[in-house]
């Protein structure tokens, strides 16, 4: 094979993989935000058995990472459980079949602490960058406001406000709420956490339903995940195909002056 054909094939092939890596790179990041309270014991047993189809339609996006916040009340002596992000399946639906309900005291819950708890993700570990980040949060119950006193007492710091603007801090984290039951006050802060963060609200009237709405959630974060990569992509493209035209005719120019060298050089 001639030097510039040598040339020209290197660089296609090296271009290719500049491409393929920048495929690679596209994924989602998902946190299911759940109240394990002892009100929730029907609707967990719902999710445990459907989580197999709940995960599959989380993995239609390519490098996605599932991890999990799990939430009571403050004043409870178990507050949160954390699962950190994972793509594997087995794992991911061992952490949901080992959630256990308990607690709870008072009507509203600390669902506030709980979403800044996965946005930070202190415990979970940490969002990639240039991936889609979302939130599915699930309960029965309103949060807890700033202020409130609890029963039994407690130190509530954060408000709706704080938990949109730490969503839209790290990309933004869009919220997916599935409001379960008929508490009015839960569905409207539900709904609102999920207004202010671009996301969705989903309602659930029994236990049976709510695997139901929670695929409903995951098929539209998946679309929008999909909708991100596809744009991504398409910029990536634009630019490694101008990069690797470029490089392709500096290269054949070379291979050009080359060949006339070795002309003139056995005249």
């Known amino acids: 094979m001639k030097i510039g054909s040598k040339i020209i094939l290197l660089s296609l092939v ?20 759940i109240d394990l309270t002892g009100s929730m014991w029907d609707d967990i047993d719902e999710v445990k058995s459907q989580a197999s189809a709940i995960v599959d339609e989380v993995a239609e996006v390519s490098g996605y990472r599932i991890a999990i916040v799990g939430y009571r009340d403050l004043p409870d002596p178990v507050t949160f459980e954390d699962f950190p992000f994972s793509r594997d399946k087995e794992e991911i639906l061992e952490n949901i079949n080992s959630l256990t309900t308990s607690g709870g005291g008072d009507i509203p819950e600390a669902v506030y602490e709980a979403l800044l708890r996965a946005i930070n993700t202190e415990a979970i570990g940490n969002w990639r960058d240039g991936v889609s980040k979302a939130i599915i949060l ?21 408000t709706l406000e704080d938990v949109a603007r730490a969503a839209y801090e790290v990309d933004p984290a869009n919220i997916y709420s599935v409001m379960i039951g008929d508490n009015s006050d839960a569905a409207e802060k539900f709904e ?10 989903f309602s659930a009237a029994e236990a ?12 539209e974060i998946v679309e929008e995940a999909e909708k991100r990569e596809k744009e991504e992509t398409d910029w990536n493209k634009i630019i490694l195909y101008i990069v690797i035209g470029l490089a392709v005719s500096f290269l054949v120019v070379i291979a050009i002056v080359v060949a006339i060298i070795i002309i003139v050089k056995k005249k």
């Open 14 to 33: 090296i271009g290719a993989m500049f491409f393929f890596a920048g495929e690679a790179l596209a994924g989602l990041d998902l946190i299911f935000v």
């Open 138 to 158: 699930m309960g029965d119950a309103p949060p807890h406001e700033k202020g409130d006193i609890g029963s039994p007492p407690a130190d509530y710091k954060y």
């Open 192 to 201: 609102e956490l999920a207004d202010e963060t671009d996301g969705s609200f």
């Open 208 to 219: 049976e339903d709510v695997p139901e709405k929670i695929i409903a959630a995951a098929k």
